[in-house]
């Protein structure tokens, strides 16, 4: 089924991994194409090349500065012009992710995570992992991070689709980061008069990447 724009349809990658993804039904050749094909104003492609021009930002960081698009529609503008299936905001928000932790990245809490596993598949010598990424140009950096890894005595073989920075750094910090491990980790350092802060803080960051609206502390 395509959506009301007719410009993605359903990915034929949605049957491998068991999540749904859209595929571009058609290619264009650059962003500023890929926005007018979207439906943006002749005058706001035209400000956000002016604004790369002037600044020396990518595509992303224009539009994002600019205003005149969405993360969701940065994420879709890439996918036009890369032929990558997008992880859209929806079905991102129903996937749990405790069994890739694995395959992902460790970074700081301070860090921006730049890619996360989202599925995979357990092949006989290898394991296929599709990673979400927030920009074609990822894509080596997760070949970089996987090629050399192993799991189980398995090499890892990624894939990569998009989504939006906001949906990749949800999913890292709701589904990768272990926010139980960490505050118990963190009760565990005796009399380190640090450790109520650091497990406020894991506490404090799933709540808020899951979307809570309020914490109940009970002292028993």
């Given at each position: 089924?395509?959506?009301?724009?007719?410009?993605?349809?359903?990915?034929?990658?949605?049957?491998?991994?068991?999540?749904?993804?859209?595929?571009?039904?058609?290619?264009?050749?650059?962003?500023?194409?890929?926005?007018?094909?979207?439906?943006?104003?002749?005058?706001?492609?035209?400000?956000?090349?002016?604004?790369?021009?002037?600044?020396?930002?990518?595509?992303?960081?224009?539009?994002?500065?600019?205003?005149?698009?969405?993360?969701?529609?940065?994420?879709?503008?890439?996918?036009?012009?890369?032929?990558?299936?997008?992880?859209?905001?929806?079905?991102?928000?129903?996937?749990?992710?405790?069994?890739?932790?694995?395959?992902?990245?460790?970074?700081?809490?301070?860090?921006?995570?730049?890619?996360?596993?989202?599925?995979?598949?357990?092949?006989?010598?290898?394991?296929?992992?599709?990673?979400?990424?927030?920009?074609?140009?990822?894509?080596?950096?997760?070949?970089?991070?996987?090629f050399p890894r192993m799991v189980d005595d398995?090499?890892?073989?990624?894939?990569?689709?998009?989504?939006?920075?906001?949906?990749?750094?949800?999913?890292?910090?709701?589904?990768?980061?272990?926010?139980?491990?960490?505050?118990?980790?963190?009760?565990?350092?005796?009399?380190?008069?640090?450790?109520?802060?650091?497990?406020?803080?894991?506490?404090?960051?799933?709540?808020?990447?899951?979307?809570?609206?309020?914490?109940?502390?009970?002292?028993?």
């Amino acid at each position: 089924m395509t959506d009301h724009q007719g410009l993605f349809i359903e990915s034929p990658w949605s049957q491998d991994y068991g999540i749904a993804l859209r595929q571009p039904s058609q290619h264009v050749p650059d962003i500023a194409a890929a926005l007018l094909a979207m439906g943006f104003r002749a005058h706001d492609v035209e400000l956000v090349e002016a604004y790369q021009h002037a600044t020396g930002l990518g595509p992303s960081d224009a539009i994002h500065e600019v205003g005149v698009g969405t993360g969701e529609d940065i994420c879709r503008a890439h996918a036009l012009v890369s032929d990558l299936p997008y992880l859209t905001r929806e079905t991102a928000n129903t996937l749990r992710l405790a069994t890739v932790r694995p395959f992902a990245p460790q970074i700081g809490d301070d860090a921006q995570p730049e890619f996360c596993p989202i599925a995979v598949v357990s092949q006989p010598d290898h394991y296929d992992v599709l990673y979400v990424i927030t920009d074609p140009g990822q894509i080596n950096a997760v070949r970089n991070f996987a090629f050399p890894r192993m799991v189980d005595d398995r090499k890892i073989r990624p894939r990569c689709c998009l989504a939006s920075r906001l949906v990749v750094e949800r999913l890292y910090r709701r589904e990768i980061r272990d926010a139980a491990a960490e505050f118990d980790e963190a009760l565990a350092r005796g009399t380190d008069d640090g450790r109520y802060r650091l497990a406020l803080k894991a506490l404090l960051m799933h709540a808020s990447y899951s979307g809570a609206s309020d914490i109940h502390f009970d002292p028993l």
